[in-house]
């Protein structure tokens, strides 16, 4: 269902200047979540550039070949693509500068699924390391976005800083740009209008962003509180976990509810522990390849009531006995039900994950 590798996606992916497909129309960016604010400023790279390029050579055939209109119009204009791109930075600035790991919101696999379902054909992983961390503003237009890339237009965010320092900003880009006659479409930051209520029910509260703005950092704030419809707003689309069902301890079973363990990337975003309604996505082997959905309720915790120590995240699915084991599924996050908690005995807790089971069910069957 997920086929995300390099040759068999359609968005090509370069990690190095010679992989690249030239030339460019680049929407520079960090873009981990791929959400409502970045795909506005990805999407004036998607659609006029090539349509734009046709225009200037049908024009310059036409001087060249003086001829009766209607006789120009079934002539083959000579065409040269401009490739719709997605430049960010691997590893992320932020794990460069800080030496720590940073999980993302979307590891490479699925922010790769994610652009393509917008229309990009390239994204290009630019390293990060010190040689660019220190080219002045000017420097990386023109090693970077001009020699390298080849680049014929470019989108940013309002909000977007670049070159040593960080000192560039987006009008800056857009002064020394046009130097190479490079046109930059400066985005206004989004925002979020719809003031929902908030659900600080999880454990690790570390407060909400109050202005408004779709970010990145909002959307983790949110998922590390529980407020997984406001992260989902943001995000334009329900948060996924994506990753291998894997062999657990089957205690699920003893009680009568069997839970496929999930093994998401290593560098995935969890959000907070506590139990979760879930909609799940499973691979078929029908004609469309379109995957069979189920309705569940995950957890993502430690297991206190059979002394866990390791965290793990655990799907029950409703109305479904088949062998999942090796497969990939997709778990989107519908909404935070409680956090975890340690119970008595085994027979309690399956009290509770019947009880959990039921509004789980009333949430997703009201949501689908």
């Given at each position: 269902?997920?086929?995300?590798?390099?040759?068999?996606?359609?968005?090509?992916?370069?990690a190095?200047?010679?992989?690249?497909?030239?030339?460019?129309?680049?929407?520079?960016?960090?873009?981990d979540?791929?959400?409502?604010?970045?795909?506005?400023v990805?999407?004036?790279?998607?659609?006029?550039?090539?349509?734009?390029?046709?225009?200037?050579?049908?024009?310059?055939?036409?001087?060249?070949?003086?001829?009766?209109?209607?006789?120009?119009?079934?002539?083959?204009?000579?065409?040269?693509?401009?490739?719709?791109?997605?430049?960010?930075?691997?590893?992320?600035?932020?794990?460069?500068?800080?030496?720590?790991?940073?999980?993302?919101?979307?590891?490479?696999?699925?922010?790769?699924?994610?652009?393509?379902?917008?229309?990009?054909?390239?994204?290009?992983?630019?390293?990060?390391?010190?040689?660019?961390?220190?080219?002045s503003?000017?420097?990386?237009?023109?090693?970077?976005?001009?020699?390298?890339?080849?680049?014929?237009?470019?989108?940013?965010?309002?909000?977007f800083?670049?070159?040593?320092?960080?000192v560039?900003?987006?009008?800056d880009?857009?002064?020394?740009?046009?130097?190479?006659?490079?046109?930059?479409?400066?985005?206004?930051?989004?925002?979020?209008?719809?003031?929902?209520?908030?659900?600080t029910?999880?454990?690790?509260?570390?407060?909400?962003?109050?202005?408004?703005?779709?970010?990145?950092?909002?959307?983790?704030?949110?998922?590390?509180?529980?407020?997984?419809?406001?992260?989902?707003?943001?995000?334009?689309?329900?948060?996924?976990?994506?990753g291998?069902?894997?062999?657990?301890?089957?205690?699920?079973?003893?009680?009568?509810?069997?839970?496929?363990?999930?093994?998401?990337?290593?560098?995935?975003?969890l959000?907070?522990?506590?139990?979760?309604?879930?909609?799940?996505?499973?691979?078929?082997?029908t004609?469309?390849?379109?995957?069979?959905?189920?309705?569940?309720?995950?957890?993502?915790?430690?297991?206190?009531?059979?002394?866990?120590t390791?965290?793990?995240?655990?799907?029950?699915?409703?109305d479904?006995?088949?062998?999942?084991?090796?497969?990939?599924?997709?778990?989107?996050?519908?909404k935070?039900?409680?956090?975890?908690?340690?119970?008595?005995?085994?027979?309690?807790?399956?009290?509770?994950?019947?009880?959990?089971?039921?509004?789980?069910?009333?949430?997703?069957?009201?949501?689908?």
């Amino acid at each position: 269902m997920l086929n995300l590798s390099q040759n068999g996606c359609s968005v090509w992916v370069a990690a190095s200047i010679e992989q690249l497909l030239t030339p460019t129309a680049i929407a520079l960016g960090k873009f981990d979540g791929v959400h409502l604010g970045h795909q506005r400023v990805i999407q004036p790279i998607l659609h006029s550039v090539v349509g734009k390029q046709r225009r200037e050579d049908r024009k310059k055939l036409s001087e060249d070949l003086p001829s009766h209109p209607t006789e120009l119009s079934t002539l083959s204009a000579p065409q040269k693509s401009i490739y719709s791109t997605v430049v960010t930075f691997d590893p992320h600035p932020q794990e460069f500068f800080s030496g720590q790991r940073r999980s993302l919101l979307t590891p490479l696999e699925e922010k790769v699924e994610q652009l393509r379902s917008l229309g990009v054909q390239q994204l290009v992983l630019l390293p990060f390391n010190q040689e660019l961390s220190a080219l002045s503003p000017e420097d990386f237009v023109e090693k970077v976005i001009v020699q390298q890339l080849q680049c014929r237009k470019i989108s940013v965010g309002e909000d977007f800083c670049f070159g040593k320092k960080r000192v560039g900003t987006a009008k800056d880009l857009q002064k020394i740009a046009a130097r190479y006659d490079i046109p930059v479409t400066i985005v206004p930051i989004q925002t979020d209008t719809n003031n929902l209520p908030k659900n600080t029910d999880c454990t690790h509260n570390s407060g909400l962003m109050e202005d408004g703005r779709i970010s990145t950092s909002s959307i983790r704030q949110s998922l590390e509180t529980g407020d997984i419809t406001k992260a989902n707003r943001l995000l334009g689309r329900p948060y996924s976990l994506i990753g291998e069902v894997v062999t657990g301890q089957k205690l699920g079973r003893t009680i009568g509810f069997p839970t496929a363990n999930l093994q998401p990337p290593t560098e995935k975003f969890l959000p907070c522990q506590g139990v979760y309604a879930v909609k799940v996505l499973i691979p078929s082997e029908t004609p469309n390849n379109e995957p069979i959905q189920k309705m569940g309720v995950m957890n993502i915790g430690n297991r206190p009531t059979v002394n866990g120590t390791n965290s793990s995240i655990e799907v029950h699915l409703f109305d479904w006995s088949g062998d999942l084991y090796g497969q990939k599924i997709v778990v989107e996050l519908v909404k935070f039900l409680r956090p975890e908690q340690k119970f008595s005995d085994l027979e309690a807790l399956k009290n509770q994950i019947q009880l959990d089971s039921t509004i789980a069910r009333e949430v997703l069957i009201g949501q689908y």
